[in-house]
């Protein structure tokens, strides 16, 4: 996929998070590797009125504050590109303040192994990383070590974050850690709620590294 298309792409998963009710405004953010660099949404601009060239591209090999594009990248890129630099295996990253993640994150918990699918993360728990005002290199990270051995996090009073091998697989997990947030959310009001215990998790881990629709080689 030639750059500009991967441009629309973004553009276009962030009109889908708002349509969907996954973001609002233009609170939430998304970035793409793409070759040595990396693509994410302008700051404080609707997604509906974007266009492909409008997006900024930074630099994955320094940490310099330089972009190319017309317009400064979203206030988040601090973290975006350390996720990036840091984790091979993640090509994508999407953040968002949806509702339920974000009501837990105010509340300052990880979410435990309630649902196997917590697995689909990299581990038992998906933890809240430490507060830090927006923006700064303090945020990133706390990011960093909430996610470590882990493809998403909890940010305090903040939102959540989500990373994929691909944006669709990004988006994918951001939509699964909001359901997730929902369903622990009313599990804790509902009571007597069993989380799933380490062996099993151990087990659901190991399965999940076969989890889904690999390529024929």
């Not at 660099?37 to 940490?63: C, F, H, V, W």
């Not at 990248?73 to 295996?89: C, K, T, V, Y």
């Not at 689909?120 to 830090?132: E, I, M, Q, S």
Request: hydrophobic share 35%.
């Amino acid at each position: 996929m030639n750059e500009n298309s991967v441009r629309q792409q973004i553009i276009d998963h962030c009109i889908e998070m708002n349509r969907s009710g996954l973001n609002q405004g233009t609170s939430g953010n998304i970035s793409v590797r793409y070759d040595d660099a990396m693509l994410i949404t302008p700051s404080g601009i609707p997604y509906e009125q974007l266009a492909p060239k409008d997006l900024a591209r930074l630099s994955l090999e320094n940490n310099k504050y330089e972009w190319d594009g017309p317009f400064k990248p979203s206030s988040e890129w601090h973290f975006h590109r350390a996720i990036l630099q840091a984790n091979d295996n993640l090509d994508a990253v999407v953040h968002t303040h949806s509702t339920f993640a974000t009501v837990l994150s105010i509340a300052r918990e990880d979410i435990p192994a309630c649902h196997y699918m917590i697995a689909a993360f990299g581990g038992n728990t998906v933890r809240c990383a430490d507060y830090a005002t927006f923006g700064t290199p303090e945020l990133s990270e706390n990011i960093q070590a909430a996610m470590t051995d882990r493809s998403a996090c909890l940010l305090a009073n903040h939102g959540m974050i989500a990373g994929g091998h691909s944006l669709d697989n990004a988006m994918w997990a951001a939509v699964e850690l909001e359901t997730l947030s929902k369903q622990y959310y009313h599990a804790k009001l509902f009571g007597n709620m069993v989380v799933l215990p380490d062996d099993e998790m151990n087990r659901v881990l190991e399965k999940f590294k076969g989890y889904g629709q690999k390529e024929k080689e």
